[in-house]
């Protein structure tokens, strides 16, 4: 290489020229607005969404509401019930005693002692387990 090579080289090629292209989109086929439009669309779809939620959350929670109070008075009615049975029982395991009340009766009425006693527990457990499922949508823990 010589230096009168990129001196000549030199000379030929300094008059090349540079450009700048700008390109201004006047008709981009709605492409922008459709974009906004399926933005909007779908932040109402959200919103509809997260309405649907609560709405369902609300009805939860009224749902486990109605129960404990279903059960409550489930409860109290199931515990006379089961009082109720435990006096019968003890009279008619006195008259069986005395003579009065054969082995079928007793029996009968030993059923619907113990009958009387599950309605109560499953009544009693039942408003416990809805008050606390109350008390965790309301704190967020039990």
């Known amino acids: ?6 001196a000549r080289q030199l000379k030929t090629n300094f008059n ?6 700008i390109s201004i ?10 974009q906004v439009n399926k933005a909007i669309i779908q932040r109402e779809s959200i919103q509809l969404d997260l309405k649907n939620e609560q709405t369902s959350l609300y009805s939860t929670i009224e749902n486990y509401w109605l129960q404990a109070s279903t059960n409550q008075s489930q409860y109290k009615a199931a515990k006379a019930s089961s009082e ?6 003890n009279l008619l395991s006195e008259q069986f005693r005395l003579g009065l009340k ?3 009766e007793l029996r009968t009425g030993k ?4 009958m009387a006693k599950q309605n109560e527990l499953q009544a009693k457990y039942l408003t416990i387990l809805n008050v606390n ?3 965790f ?4 823990r039990l």
């Not at 290489?1 to 990129?6: E, G």
């Not at 090349?16 to 292209?21: E, F, K, L, S, V």
């Not at 109720?84 to 029982?89: E, G, V, W």
């Open 84 to 89: 109720s049975a435990q006096t019968s029982y």
């Open 133 to 135: 499922m109350l008390k």
């Open 111 to 114: 059923d619907n002692l113990l």
């Open 1 to 6: 290489m010589n230096d009168n090579a990129l």
């Open 137 to 140: 949508y309301r704190d967020g």
């Open 102 to 104: 054969n082995i079928v």
């Open 16 to 21: 090349m020229g540079a450009g700048i292209g």
């Open 25 to 34: 989109p006047l008709f981009e086929n709605r492409t922008t607005k459709t």
